[in-house]
T-cell receptor, first 115, second 116 residues
């Protein structure tokens, strides 16, 4: 069955430090992958997506993610974290075909940023 | 260009009452999705609808939950005879079409249901 695993429930980084959030997926075909961010009390905002092509994708707010088929991973990175990046981050895989059109989400990683 | 609008943002119900959550998709979007977020969990897919049609309800509980997306008006997620375990944030998302070309979902800010 298709699934997404985010092994880190909480991560704390210092402002200005680099960040990497891990995401592993289980999917039989070429995956369509997403990262969303959720600020407290808010909905989800798309950071970036991978459908095909270049395995390093750039997103908004200085984020990027790299698709590694051999590792079934799609880790999110940012070279220098800002305090405003504190939020919860969700990785998702898209399932399409026939009547199916949905995202399967991981359980999320809550990011705290220390001054 | 308004985003996905959900109301109410917060809803409190006593056990046994009914909860109705509304979702107006973004302008031009004809596909609506409902997700539920329980504390400490990610978002779980519930149902996918197009106008007047339920396309995929594989994530809907078998009882007490229903959804509709009428020809006119918002999509409604209805929970009958609520129980404490229904307390969660319910998110609606919309997209202009189906599949790869329109893979991104646009999310509302959610409706937070508390069952006393």
């Amino acid at each position: 069955a298709q699934s997404v695993t985010q092994p880190d429930i909480h991560i704390t980084v210092s402002e200005g430090a680099s960040l990497e959030l891990r995401c592993n997926y289980s999917y039989g075909a070429t995956p369509y992958l997403f990262w969303y961010v959720q600020s407290p009390g808010q909905g989800l905002q798309l950071l970036l997506k991978y459908f095909s092509g270049d395995t390093l994708v750039q997103g908004i707010k200085g984020f990027e993610a790299e698709f590694k088929r051999s590792q079934s991973s799609f880790n999110l990175r940012k070279p220098s974290v800002h305090w405003s990046d504190a939020a919860e981050y969700f990785c998702a895989v898209g399932l399409y075909g026939g009547a199916t059109n949905k995202l399967i989400f991981g359980t999320g990683t809550l990011l705290a940023v220390q001054p | 260009n308004a985003g996905v609008m959900q109301n109410p943002r917060h809803l409190v119900r006593r056990r046994g009452q009914e909860a109705r959550l509304r979702c107006s998709p973004m302008k031009g979007h004809s596909h609506v999705y409902w997700y539920r977020q329980l504390p400490e969990e990610g978002l779980k897919f519930m149902v996918y609808l197009q106008k007047e049609n339920i396309i995929d309800e594989s994530g809907m509980p078998k009882e007490r939950f229903s959804a509709e997306f009428p020809k006119e008006g918002p999509s409604i997620l209805r929970i009958q005879q609520v129980v404490r375990g229904d307390s969660a944030a319910y998110f609606c998302a919309s997209s202009p079409g189906q599949g790869l070309s329109t893979g991104e979902l646009f999310f509302g800010e959610g409706s937070r249901l508390t069952v006393l």
